[in-house]
């Protein structure tokens, strides 16, 4: 799929349910469960190789996922691939060269994580036909900055983000993933940007939601406070991701508990 088939979607009001995928068997079982979009996340340093964070995962590694994600979504759904840690944040060039690699693996659109100081970045790589989804809010690449923990919580962290989204924006983003910030504050994002909104643990009112899929199956042992197992209720895979995408696009998820 390409990217004005889901911005269609999006302007259409239909909320965006996204995964996290890393092979192409779930690809197969996303795509046939109706994931509008799939998502090669760097996660996999954490969920497919037991790593404490995502900084150990490497352009090879990512490159690899993404070839079999894509192959297994058959053109069906919309692949996002992480620039990982490392790969991106010295240069836009450097940005280029790595982004052009997911690329070629299969990616219909790169995500990198950053604000102000990625703009340069971002333009860069969307004029040269590269379709750029931006990361704001808890930035797992700056765990050891950061920890993981919500951000944006004060009134000038929120600022600064809401600036951050329009610049993106205007730089080229097609899409901005808003992760662990205060619901108030991805509801102004999203309102006031044209391009859609993705979620996690940031509240009901993006234009679309993300889930690691290793939490949606509850295989998670700690879970995040905003995830859900969605296999408790429904005890098989197929039916999980059903139940997914149907409270995404119903606005059912996240609900206040998953939310702060
Ligand atoms: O890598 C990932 O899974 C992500 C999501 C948490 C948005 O970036």
Do not use: W
């Not at 924006?169 to 509801?187: D, F, N, W």
């Amino acid at each position: 799929m390409y990217l004005p088939q889901l911005l269609a979607r999006a302007e259409k009001g239909e909320k965006l349910s996204v995964l996290t995928c890393y092979d192409a068997s779930f690809a197969r079982l996303l795509v046939d469960n109706g994931i509008d979009v799939l998502l090669v996340g760097d996660s996999l340093g954490m969920t497919v190789q037991g790593h404490d964070t995502t900084l150990p995962v490497t352009l090879e590694n990512m490159i690899y996922h993404t070839e079999a994600v894509a192959r297994g979504a058959t053109n069906k759904a919309f692949v996002v691939a992480d620039l990982p840690f490392g790969s991106y944040q010295k240069s836009p060039e450097q940005a280029f060269d790595a982004a052009a690699r997911l690329m070629a693996a299969g990616a219909n659109m790169v995500k990198l994580e950053g604000g102000s100081i990625m703009i340069d970045s971002v333009g860069f790589l969307s004029q040269r036909g590269i379709p750029v989804c931006s990361h704001l809010g808890l930035l797992p690449q700056s765990v050891n900055l950061t920890g993981f923990r919500a951000q944006a919580r004060d009134a000038r962290a929120a600022t600064q983000l809401l600036q951050d989204a329009s610049n993106l924006e205007q730089a080229g983003a097609q899409m901005l993933v808003l992760e662990s910030i205060p619901s108030v504050l991805a509801e102004e994002v999203t309102q006031h940007l044209g391009i859609p909104t993705i979620g996690i643990g940031a509240g009901p009112h993006c234009n679309g939601q993300v889930l690691v899929l290793q939490d949606l199956l509850g295989l998670t042992p700690k879970p995040p406070r905003f995830a859900k197992n969605f296999m408790q209720d429904t005890g098989n895979l197929a039916a999980a991701i059903q139940a997914y995408v149907n409270a995404v696009k119903a606005g059912e998820f996240p609900a206040p508990e998953h939310s702060f």
